[in-house]
Each structure stands twice: as C-alpha cells, then as structure tokens.
C-alpha cells in the first residue's frame, strides 16, 4: 500500500442513501484535496410516490463524481437490490469507470445493461466471495454478511490513513438457508486491526432486539401453506431468494406446483439458478400450465407486494391479467413488509383482493411469515462490539434514523458520531472526523424514459394541473386582430353541479376572455402573446372566482 502524504485526507461523500432509505450513492476519496482519487459504493435508485405523478424511478444527482470521473477509479457494488444497483444502468455513460460485483450481482446487473443497450460497453469485474480489489489508495476486501438477497458483502476499505468498514446492507441470520453466515471471524480481526470509521446501515435503529431469521419464516410458511385450499398465491420481494426458496419448498410440501408470476420474479430466479442456488427444486410451471392445472395444485409466487400498479398481483387484483385470476375461496399470503409511502397503494390492493373473496395473510396477522432484512438494536450493538470503530457514520435511513443511530453509538461508548446528510463531504482521517464540505447532491427523475431535473417544468405542471385542474381555451382572429370565431373553453379536472352546470360555466368563462380581449388595444390585439396573456389572466381570475383556484390554462389563437 502507498505512503499518506502529508496533504492526502482520507473522505467519505454520500450522495444518496443520507436523507432516505434507498438509493444508495456513497464515495471514499483519498488524497489532497485537488487531486482525490475516488470509489463510488453502490449507484441505487428509489421510486417515484404520490407527490411525484407520473415519475417511476428517482435517481440521485453524480453532477459531482461526473465532473470528477477522470479520478474516479471503480465502481464498487456490495449486492443486488435495486436501491443499490439500479442507477447504474442510467448512470454509468457519465462516468464509463469499471464496475466490480459478485457473480449474483453481476448476473442481475448484466441484464440491466443489457435493456439499456450497454451490456458491451461496461466492464464488469466478477469478484468473488471473500475477494479483494486494489483500485490506487484503496485495498477492498469483501466480507461476508446476510441480508434478504444472495450474496450480500460489507467492504473493509483499507487506505494508508486507517481502515473504514462499509457494511452495506446486512443482518445478523445465524439460518439464513441460502448462502453463508456472517462471517464473525472477519469482523473481529479488523477490530483487533484497527476500524477507524464504520459506515453502517440505520433501517431499523429505531426496533429493539433481532430481525429474525429467514429459517423462522420457512418453519411458518409450511403449516400456513399446508392447510390452505383452492388458489393460493404469494407475494413476496422477487430479490429474496431464500424466502422464494421457502415458499417453493412449502408449496412442493403441499403438493403444489410453482407458478412464478411477473418478470423480476422470473429474472430472480434464474440469477438464483446461475450461481448454483435452487437447484434441487422442480421445474416451475408456465401461466398456461398453471391455468390449467387444478386450484389446489399449484401456488403463484408473484411481483407486487407492495402495490406497485403494473406489477403482476396488482392486474390479478384488476382482474386483467391474461392467465391469472384468485376469487372467493382462494388466499393471498404477504410474505413482505410495508415499505414506508407505500400504505396506500398496499392497502387499495388489498381491499380490491379481499372485494374478489381472497382471504388475506400479512405480517400484521401471521407475523411469522416476514423477517426484516435489516439489523435491530442487539445485532448493531454486536457490530460495534466485533468492529470496535473509532468513528461511527451512520447511513441508509431518514434523518431521524441517522441521529438515532449516532446516538446508540455514543452510547456504545464509539469515541466520534458523525451524522452526515447527503451532500455533506466529511474527513475521516487526519485529525477528528468533521464535515469540511458541502457539493450538489439532489435527484433526477426518469419521466417517460427520459431522465430530467428534479424540479423541471414538465412535473411542476403536472402537479399544478392535478391539484387544480386545466382550461383550454381558443380564439380566431382576423389580420385586423377581430375576433372570428370563440374564444371557446374547455376544463378538465374541475367540477360542476346542477344548480351551475358546466355547460354555463364554461359560458362565463368564454364570457370574460372576450371582454379581456375587448380591453386590448389594436396593437396588442396583433400580438399572440398579448392575446394569451389576457385571456389566460382573465380566466385564472375568473377560476379563483368560481373554485377558488388557478388552474393550467392553454390558450391557443389562431388568425385567418
């Protein structure tokens, strides 16, 4: 490893991952401060909610490593869920720099590029389990841990200023039926080493004692499983594996066939099935087959345990999916947690399912059937006794998570907290951790496919209209700026009664846009603009007198 310099500080940025659960975008810097080499760890994405219509997928702000890509030397990913991968896929042309995954990750990643047309132009490094990486100043080992995905790793990053530990995502499963164990021994030996800083995961700071193991969730699945008749389907996070694994070994008990129902599912699957894991079960059914086969002898394992519109349990809720149907007598299992913002959407699902007959199993009732994948209290406690870090930065979590977790690990007796938001450059080494800066770290929306700022002018009018409406209005005039024909007015999203039918509203408002015309003078009259700005004032006016809003409105002129 290379000599420190008397100017070279060891750093960590996040750009994502430090005011939410979720896209993760984290980067270690060493060196002085004009010429800091970089790693990023992971490139996640989140998802859109009800404040951002329209918008699917969020992603995070690399206006900073992209203006800094010539240092940046690797891209580094700990697993494969989609908060932690899936940006790559939009944001990898900025910065072209290699990527190094495990095979699990890789094969899931692969695909990703391959949709977006970069499968030939990104480099990817499979590392194995245990490898280690040397990108400049920084020596990478992986660690071992467990989480709700194959092959989750923590990363001891050594640099010549002190060793940092990365844990990504991560729990303590001494079962977790799929994969290895937390690798404790590992752990421990860089404690006796030395952890300068542990950037560590905040989800579940706030729950008191275990997550859980995924044996515990396979032990109630099999009675649960067991006794139901007619359809059954279960709905589950396509990226946990083991628990796939658990529900397909618990329908095969039954005497059930699987049905896998929507593609991430079927993706999971077979990246599963590439790294030698399910090998042992039965060959699934297709949707035709399964259609076919009588109620009692096939399970669905489906996408959408979290409402998502488009995914496969929400058309089977809708009735519109093509070979999938569950009524009365059949039954739904939630294998899965609410992820936070997605109340709403979960709940709709479910009514539409229990309004078919389906009889319902969450974790609010059958809490047996999901374990978090995150760490509670004692196994972040257990880190810091094996890791013995002299600072902790907490991360993956709001902002009360993150100061909740500096807190517990001040009373853990871990000398430095540091709780940095995302943004926020602290130096880890020499001296005392602090914040010394502070660089652009906002999000992008991919809006119909195409990535755009995230306060643009196409969202911020989709918000305008949906809260208040739309009018659209058009005039013709002649070449002496007289009116022809109109204006005529149209309105959507705004409502009307008996006693004031929109058919007389929609007069009114045509109303005043001539009279606001009629104000103009003959030269304003010959500019559109001029024409649009009063009609568009007139009727804005007009709304607010009538609904007490301001709606959208287009006006159109046209001159003959």
Not at 187 to 206: H, K, P, W, Y
Request: glycine share 10%.
């Amino acid at each position: 490893m290379t000599k420190s310099k008397t100017d070279d500080e060891l750093v960590f940025l996040p750009l994502g991952g430090s005011n939410e659960i979720g896209m993760n975008f984290n980067l270690y810097g060493f060196g002085p401060p004009h010429d800091r080499k970089w790693i990023v760890v992971d490139l996640g994405i989140t998802f859109g909610d009800q404040t951002t219509p329209g918008v699917e997928v969020i992603l995070p702000d690399p206006t900073f490593m992209e203006e800094n890509a010539d240092r940046l030397l690797g891209i580094v990913l700990t697993h494969a869920h989609e908060d932690h991968i899936g940006a790559v896929a939009w944001l990898w042309p900025r910065f072209k720099a290699p990527i190094y995954a495990t095979p699990f990750t890789a094969f899931i990643l692969r695909e990703k590029l391959r949709e977006a047309g970069l499968v030939d132009e990104a480099e990817i490094t499979i590392v194995p389990l245990g490898g280690k990486i040397s990108l400049g100043p920084f020596e990478l080992e992986l660690i071992t841990l467990t989480h709700s995905i194959p092959e989750p790793n923590g990363l001891a990053i050594r640099t010549p200023l002190g060793v940092i530990l990365h844990t990504g995502d991560w729990k303590i499963d001494p079962d977790p039926l799929l994969g290895a164990v937390t690798d404790q021994d590992a752990i421990r030996r860089l404690g006796d080493e030395g952890v300068l800083a542990m950037v560590c995961d905040s989800t579940n700071v706030f729950v008191d004692g275990h997550a859980g193991s995924e044996a515990e969730v396979r032990e109630t699945l099999i009675p649960l499983i067991g006794g139901l008749k007619g359809k059954v389907a279960v709905a589950c996070f396509a990226s946990n594996v083991a628990r796939m694994d658990s529900v397909i070994r618990a329908a095969q008990a039954a005497g059930r066939r699987v049905c896998l129902v929507g593609r991430s599912m079927i993706r999971m699957a077979a990246a599963a099935k590439s790294v030698g894991l399910m090998a042992d079960i039965k060959p699934f059914l297709s949707e035709a087959e399964a259609n076919a086969s009588p109620p009692a002898k096939v399970l669905y394992l489906c996408t959408g345990s979290q409402g998502e519109p488009r995914a496969a349990l929400a058309r089977i809720a809708d009735g519109t999916h093509p070979h999938v149907s569950l009524g009365a007598g059949g039954a739904c299992i939630f294998s899965s947690r609410i992820i936070p913002g997605n109340e709403i959407p979960i709940r709709n699902l479910q009514n539409k399912l229990a309004d078919r007959g389906v009889r319902l199993y969450t974790e609010r009732d059958h809490p047996g059937i999901h374990v978090s994948g995150h760490p509670c209290r004692d196994e972040l406690a257990q880190m810091y006794h094996w890791a013995r870090p002299t600072i902790a930065v907490p991360t993956h979590g709001e902002r009360r998570h993150l100061l909740e977790h500096a807190a517990f690990a001040r009373d853990l007796q871990v000398p430095q907290q540091l709780a940095p938001r995302n943004g926020d450059m602290v130096r880890l080494a020499p001296g005392r951790a602090e914040i010394i800066d502070e660089v652009a770290a906002g999000r992008l929306y991919v809006d119909a496919g195409v990535v755009t700022a995230e306060n643009g002018d196409a969202l911020r009018e989709r918000r305008h209209a949906a809260f208040n409406g739309m009018l659209a209005a058009s005039v013709v005039l002649d070449g002496r700026g007289r009116i022809v024909s109109g204006p005529q007015v149209r309105a959507l999203g705004l409502p009307a009664d008996a006693d004031y039918p929109m058919e007389e509203v929609l007069d009114d408002l045509a109303h005043d846009a001539e009279q606001a015309l009629g104000r103009l003078s003959s030269s304003d009259r010959d500019a559109d603009q001029a024409v649009e700005t009063a009609v568009s004032r007139a009727l804005k006016r007009a709304s607010q007198r009538i609904w007490g809003r301001r709606p959208v409105v287009e006006t159109t002129v046209l001159r003959v």
